[in-house]
């Protein structure tokens, strides 16, 4: 079973969530050939003061 851990940006609406992971399920199901019921995506909300890039966190930087 495919199992999908992403981390984002807090800030996406539920809607957004909805359509993101239902078209990670079909492209998914598709490749793979497996049954939608098999995936598995966890979200997490990260805050822009938890993430950094090249040392510097994301809240820094505008």
């Given at each position: 079973?495919?199992?999908?851990?992403?981390?984002?940006?807090?800030?996406?609406?539920?809607?957004?969530?909805?359509?993101?992971?239902?078209?990670?399920?079909?492209?998914?199901?598709?490749?793979?050939?497996?049954?939608?019921?098999?995936?598995?995506?966890?979200?997490?909300?990260?805050?822009?003061?938890?993430?950094?890039?090249a040392g510097k966190?994301?809240?820094?930087?505008?």
């Amino acid at each position: 079973m495919p199992t999908f851990n992403i981390q984002l940006f807090e800030g996406r609406t539920v809607e957004q969530k909805r359509a993101f992971v239902e078209a990670i399920t079909r492209v998914t199901c598709e490749t793979l050939g497996c049954a939608p019921d098999s995936v598995d995506i966890i979200l997490t909300d990260v805050k822009k003061e938890n993430w950094a890039t090249a040392g510097k966190l994301w809240s820094d930087q505008g």
